[in-house]
């Protein structure tokens, strides 16, 4: 449950992201307000899907059972992507800087990602550490 209540969080601070795009251009343009809007939604309802596919059940399961989930949330994942793609495309007052910049900017948010699963720095820097003791073991 840990994973799914952090995934929740992550997804309203990537939809935040996208409204907070969404005002800052709408002083621009209408245009390039939905522009941002859309990136939003596109880079966040996959991740909606994928997150309540590979979470969708508790408990321990085999190793095999929780690849198989990720990778049919994934496929889920590719191909809605590809569906909003097309519709958005198919939109003729898209603004693509708009679009394609935001929607970089939310791709870039997964790097907040470890904040919102709950993930301490001190685990991330034991494991670097650790990793870096291992380099300086080796005889040149």
């Known amino acids: 449950m840990h994973g799914l209540h952090g995934s929740r969080w992550f997804l309203m601070f990537q939809m935040l992201l996208a409204i907070l795009f969404f005002c800052i251009f709408l002083g621009v343009s209408w245009n390039s307000a939905l522009s941002a809007l859309a990136a939003g939604v596109i880079c966040s309802a996959p991740n909606a899907l994928f997150a309540?596919?590979?979470?969708?059940?508790?408990?321990?399961?085999?190793a095999q059972r929780i690849v198989s989930r990720f990778y049919k949330g994934e496929a889920?994942?590719?191909?809605?992507?590809?569906?909003?793609?097309?519709?958005?495309?198919?939109?003729?007052?898209?603004?693509?800087?708009?679009?394609?910049?935001?929607?970089?900017?939310?791709?870039?948010?997964?790097?907040?990602?470890?904040?919102?699963?709950?993930?301490?720095s001190n685990r991330t820097k034991v494991f670097f550490v650790k990793r870096n003791s291992d380099l300086h073991d080796i005889q040149f």
């Open 76 to 120: 889920v994942k590719i191909f809605v992507s590809a569906v909003l793609f097309a519709v958005v495309f198919a939109w003729h007052g898209l603004v693509p800087e708009v679009f394609f910049g935001v929607y970089l900017v939310l791709l870039l948010s997964h790097v907040f990602a470890p904040w919102f699963f709950g993930l301490s």
């Open 52 to 62: 309540h596919q590979f979470f969708q059940r508790n408990g321990a399961q085999q």
